[in-house]
């Protein structure tokens, strides 16, 4: 086990890291009942993404919590981020380096799934993604 010390003034800023936990349990949850009915095929996806949202009971609801979980998720890391900032937790590097590797893995998987769906937005999203990406 690491031994981090806890601030004497721990205060509510601190609950980010549960909350990171509790959204990605959801986006897990969710994203397997999503999962059951996504054709993963580049001209099915899209048709697949309405038949989640209109035929499967509701279908729209876990879209919509999937799409809404995976912000609230950003916002829960970007506090962290910010609390981890202003406490000085970048001090201990290790654990800093893991969180960065882990926010460049959770950037990534997010991009993914952006794409999934394969509408407009995911293929221009993809497009440039990828140009940025090449560019370099």
């Not at 993404?49 to 499967?56: E, L, N, Q, S, T």
């Not at 879209?63 to 937790?89: D, K, P, T, V």
């Amino acid at each position: 086990f690491i031994d981090l010390p806890s601030p004497a003034n721990i205060s509510s800023w601190w609950n980010f890291g549960s909350l990171l936990g509790v959204c990605l349990d959801a986006q897990i949850v969710t994203g397997l009942f999503l999962a059951m009915h996504y054709t993963a095929d580049t001209s099915l996806a899209f048709s697949s993404i309405a038949h989640i949202c209109r035929d499967v009971n509701n279908g729209w609801l876990l879209r919509n919590l999937h799409a809404n979980g995976a912000s609230f998720f950003f916002i829960c890391i970007y506090f962290h981020i910010g609390r981890g900032l202003y406490y000085g937790s970048y001090l201990y590097k290790e654990t800093w380096n893991i969180g960065v590797i882990l926010l460049f893995l959770v950037m990534a998987t997010a991009f993914v799934g952006y794409v999934l769906p394969w509408g407009q937005m995911s293929f221009w999203g993809a497009t440039v993604i990828t140009n940025l990406l090449s560019a370099a």
